[in-house]
């Protein structure tokens, strides 16, 4: 049974760029969120995606967005991006049908860096 | 709004020995959870341990429990027979149960020494 799988491991890009990660949920979930964890920090809620609709987001500005797909899967989108949107990019999957909080399950995480 | 404190950026152990990292929460709410999740050099965030709120015994996973005193806010970690392989970043982290906002301190990094 696969876990949550996440890619691109690292990525590099130039400030103003657009990137995009992709997640694919622990089988048998239905529920993503998205987390950033930046160098020394623990992770900070972006997002989260439930029947294909974002049901809650965190502090974050409109530059990052996000899609899920009828397979569960989703993608995170960050445009013209920052020196400061450097870091580490977690995707958690968990069952949206019971408190979504009650086990998270996470993948490896994209290591993003803007030069 | 919640906020969770880990005030040891670092700590270090023998091998077989007993070690106890501090967690420490703020929030008006009554119903929560509290976590603690390890990140090991792979970077996945893999949960140790789980205390809902509203019981009152502490939970335990074989080598691993929790103390959590509600009042106070508090809930340390402790881990037994220290392995070499519970070396790693800890993260405390606190959830409610209608917010998918999960909140995480800011880590504690373990070195277990042979």
């Known amino acids: 049974d696969a876990g949550v799988t996440q890619s691109p491991t690292h990525l590099i890009k130039t400030r103003g760029q657009q990137v995009t990660l992709r997640c694919s949920p622990k089988s048998g979930h239905d529920t993503v969120s998205w987390y950033q964890q930046a160098l020394g920090q623990g992770p900070q809620f972006i997002f989260q995606y439930y029947e294909e609709e974002e049901r809650q987001r965190g502090n974050f500005p409109d530059r990052f967005s996000g899609h899920q797909f009828p397979n569960y899967s989703s993608e995170l989108n960050v445009n013209a991006l920052l020196l400061g949107d450097s870091a580490l990019y977690l995707c958690?999957?968990?069952?949206?049908?019971?408190?979504?909080?009650?086990?998270?399950?996470f993948g490896s995480g994209t290591q993003l860096s803007v030069l | 709004a919640q906020t969770v404190t880990q005030s040891q950026p670092e700590m270090s152990v023998q091998e077989a020995e007993t070690v106890t990292l501090s967690c420490t929460y703020d929030t008006s709410e009554n119903n929560y959870y509290l976590f603690w999740y390890k990140q090991p050099p792979s970077r996945q965030m893999i949960l140790v341990i789980r205390q809902e709120a509203y019981k009152q015994q502490n939970a335990t996973e074989n080598r691993f429990s929790v103390n959590f005193q509600k009042a106070a806010k508090s809930f340390s970690l402790k881990i037994s027979d220290s392995q070499l392989g519970d070396t790693a970043m800890y993260f405390c982290a606190f959830g409610t149960y209608n917010n998918n906002d999960m909140r995480f301190g800011a880590g504690t990094r373990l070195t277990v020494k042979p």
């Open positions: 958690a999957s968990s069952l949206g049908s019971r408190n979504p909080n009650e086990k998270l399950f």
